[in-house]
């Protein structure tokens, strides 16, 4: 793979994710009834870090729940022989709530609708919104994300690597060609 961009530095994620937090402010009137669950891996540290800036605006603190979508993906076979099965790793209720899926890159939506379908499995929520750091286009299902940090067209010969610090010891997206 052949480096070709860096789209995000680390002032600039830090930004988006601040603007991000404003927004889901905004258009959620306040923090009442909101609950982030993070699309594993880097979706779960992005959600902490919302979190984070939401408790800085607000002063209040929004709870964080994880969700690994392996069993809930329809092209399980490509994915792995033998997949990690976890789930959604939440101590509160969902019924009743607005819960906001957070994940790093949305591409064909495939893995938003695995997403959905784990947390219909486990409650009830008032609502489903979206954000995401990347959105890098190429939809292959009806979906799209509710805030987004940075839109990217790429093309399908492209890949977007986002390294966060949590993971990567780095803060950066970049753009790779195939």
């Given at each position: 793979?052949?480096?070709?961009?860096?789209?995000?530095?680390?002032?600039?994620?830090?930004?988006?994710?601040?603007?991000?937090?404003?927004?889901i402010l905004e258009k959620n009137k306040g923090?009442?009834?909101?609950?982030?669950?993070?699309?594993?891996?880097?979706?779960?540290?992005?959600?902490?870090?919302?979190?984070?800036?939401?408790?800085?605006?607000?002063?209040?603190?929004?709870?964080?729940?994880?969700?690994?979508?392996?069993?809930?993906?329809?092209?399980?076979?490509?994915?792995?022989?033998?997949?990690?099965?976890?789930?959604?790793?939440v101590d509160f209720p969902l019924d009743g709530?607005?819960?906001?899926?957070?994940?790093?890159?949305?591409?064909?939506?495939?893995?938003?609708?695995?997403?959905?379908?784990?947390?219909m499995d486990y409650g009830r929520p008032s609502?489903?919104?979206?954000?995401?750091?990347?959105?890098?286009?190429?939809?292959?299902?009806?979906?799209?994300?509710?805030?987004?940090?940075?839109?990217?067209?790429?093309?399908?010969?492209?890949?977007?690597?986002?390294?966060?610090?949590?993971?990567?010891?780095?803060?950066?997206?970049?753009?790779?060609?195939?």
């Amino acid at each position: 793979m052949e480096f070709k961009a860096k789209l995000l530095d680390e002032k600039a994620i830090d930004r988006s994710l601040t603007r991000l937090a404003h927004e889901i402010l905004e258009k959620n009137k306040g923090t009442e009834a909101l609950v982030l669950i993070g699309i594993k891996s880097r979706g779960v540290p992005l959600a902490k870090r919302i979190s984070n800036k939401i408790k800085e605006i607000e002063g209040v603190s929004i709870p964080i729940g994880a969700l690994d979508i392996t069993m809930y993906r329809d092209d399980l076979s490509k994915v792995s022989q033998s997949p990690d099965v976890k789930g959604l790793e939440v101590d509160f209720p969902l019924d009743g709530k607005t819960v906001i899926l957070v994940d790093d890159v949305i591409y064909t939506g495939r893995t938003v609708r695995a997403a959905m379908d784990a947390v219909m499995d486990y409650g009830r929520p008032s609502a489903i919104q979206l954000a995401v750091l990347v959105d890098r286009g190429h939809r292959e299902l009806p979906i799209r994300p509710d805030y987004v940090g940075k839109n990217v067209p790429t093309s399908s010969k492209e890949v977007v690597k986002v390294k966060l610090e949590e993971w990567d010891d780095m803060n950066e997206v970049s753009i790779y060609q195939n």
